[in-house]
């Protein structure tokens, strides 16, 4: 049984930063491609990150690129989301996931979700 557990949101100033980690149980994270999405009220899950198994490769959505970072520590079972320049837009339940295969920005496409973190920015 694969399990994900966020941790690290909270509420913070426009502007600001907070890092969000993921510990995921199990011998095989390594084999994982790691993701992490939001969802604000009202509104569909959104896309933000993902991370291919060895930390090389990455992908992110237009609207976090180059405020946000998605790394891994693989000798942790951890992947960790760095964001910064935080905007009140950026508010929503962040989650982590992870899958088998190519990285991918579609929630559909993964096996295992946590429960999620609540990021709040005020403005």
């Known amino acids: 049984q694969v399990q994900l557990v966020e941790s690290g949101g909270g509420l913070v100033q426009a502007g600001g930063s907070l890092t969000l980690s993921c510990i995921v149980s199990?011998?095989?994270?390594?084999?994982?491609?790691m993701g992490w999405f939001r969802q604000a009220p009202g509104k569909e899950r959104e896309f933000v990150a993902t991370i291919g198994v060895s930390g090389r490769y990455t992908t992110y959505s237009d609207s976090v690129k180059g405020r946000f970072t998605i790394s891994r520590d693989n000798t942790k079972n951890t992947v960790t989301l760095q964001m910064n320049s935080l905007k009140p837009e950026d508010t929503a339940v962040y989650s982590c996931?992870?899958?088998?295969?190519?990285?991918?920005?579609?929630?559909?496409?993964?096996?295992?979700w946590g429960r999620g973190t609540q990021v709040t920015v005020s403005s």
């Open positions: 199990g011998r095989t994270f390594s084999t994982y491609d």
């Open positions: 996931a992870a899958r088998y295969g190519v990285l991918s920005a579609r929630a559909a496409e993964y096996d295992y």
